[in-house]
């Protein structure tokens, strides 16, 4: 009987701290969505300028120590809307792309290319596609999101190493296999 208990007290442990810690999951993406991204890193909008807006997140980027991901894709791309949903659904990938990437969303449409913006990087393979850059404009990665996939859903895993590899604190070793790689 004692060691029922016990079972049932150390259950009760465990399921309370699980749901304590998605809780303070949830909690902590909440104050960033009230803390409010800037505009720039929450939606595909074609009217935007999308040099001024790189500027923007590049001074984003300087000011708190961050890299800038930029995301190209539009309201039109079904794979954008699935990515936007599986990070809302992964508070913790979320959570490692806003504090380590300042996110910077570019639209591409049929009513605007941003063909200037477009011609100042790498090739897209398709959409979404990403690119990484340091706080100085340097461009370190181009992406293509399907290798973030996997059996055709978005990868936890592959998110958080792909978030974890390209951060700020190993720019120096980006910078060096990027060179090396050209």
């Not at 409010?36 to 500027?55: C, G, I, N, T």
């Not at 997140?57 to 990515?83: D, F, P, S």
């Not at 011609?119 to 340097?138: A, D, E, N, R």
């Not at 978005?154 to 974890?164: H, P, Q, R």
């Amino acid at each position: 009987m004692k060691f029922q208990l016990f079972f049932v007290l150390i259950l009760s442990s465990v399921l309370f701290a699980n749901l304590s810690s998605a809780q303070e999951s949830a909690r902590i993406v909440s104050i960033e969505l009230e803390n409010e991204l800037p505009l720039f890193s929450k939606v595909y909008d074609d009217k935007r300028d999308p040099f001024k807006d790189a500027q923007a997140a590049i001074t984003l980027a300087q000011q708190t120590n961050r890299n800038v991901l930029i995301e190209i894709g539009g309201n039109w791309c079904t794979w954008c809307h699935k990515m936007d949903a599986f990070l809302e659904k992964h508070p913790k990938i979320y959570q490692a792309l806003h504090n380590n990437y300042v996110l910077l969303k570019v639209s591409v449409s049929d009513s605007n290319e941003n063909e200037a913006f477009m011609k100042s990087l790498p090739p897209v393979q398709g959409y979404p596609h990403m690119y990484v850059s340091t706080s100085t404009g340097q461009m370190l990665l181009s992406k293509d999101t399907a290798e973030l996939l996997d059996n055709l859903e978005y990868s936890e895993t592959y998110w958080l190493s792909f978030l974890a590899k390209w951060q700020v604190k190993n720019n120096k070793e980006n910078v060096h296999d990027t060179n090396k790689s050209s």
